[in-house]
Nanobody, 118 residues
Framework: QVQLVESGGGLVQAGGSLRLSCAAS????????MGWYRQAPGKQRELVAT???????RYADSVKGRFTISRDNAKNTVYLQMNSLKPEDTAVYYC????????????WGQGTQVTVSS
């Protein structure tokens, strides 16, 4: 089993910054990628950013240039630095860990609320 513990959410004014952290524990071998997804009220969960074990990253177009994902492999922790936040970034942010390449398993954190006021 994999446990994901998120931290760093909160309330911030537009233009501000937040840093999310997600620490993985348990069966953390064979990690393919870690990342962040978000879900706003009434909307589907969407990808924000992911980082593979190789270090390659992927971002949603809406956050490119504002958000940066990074990873500490030794600590099995992934970070999301969010700058120039906008009200439309308001959502519950979920940490994701994917194991395997062909047969994959996804694990999710409990979610952390990010609220950006205008």
């Amino acid at each position: 089993q994999v446990q994901l513990v998120e931290s760093g959410g909160g309330l911030v004014q537009a233009g501000g910054s937040l840093r999310l952290s997600c620490a993985a524990s348990g069966s953390v071998s064979s990690i393919n990628a870690m990342g962040w997804y978000r879900q706003a009220p009434g909307k589907q969960r969407e990808l924000v950013a992911t980082i593979r074990s190789s270090g390659s990253t992927r971002y949603a177009d809406s956050v490119k240039g504002r958000f940066t994902i990074s990873r500490d492999n030794a600590k099995n922790t992934v970070y999301l630095q969010m700058n120039s936040l906008k009200p439309e970034d308001t959502a519950v942010y979920y940490c994701n860990l994917r194991k395997g390449i062909i047969n994959t398993n996804d694990y999710w954190g409990q979610g952390t609320q990010v609220t950006v006021s205008s």
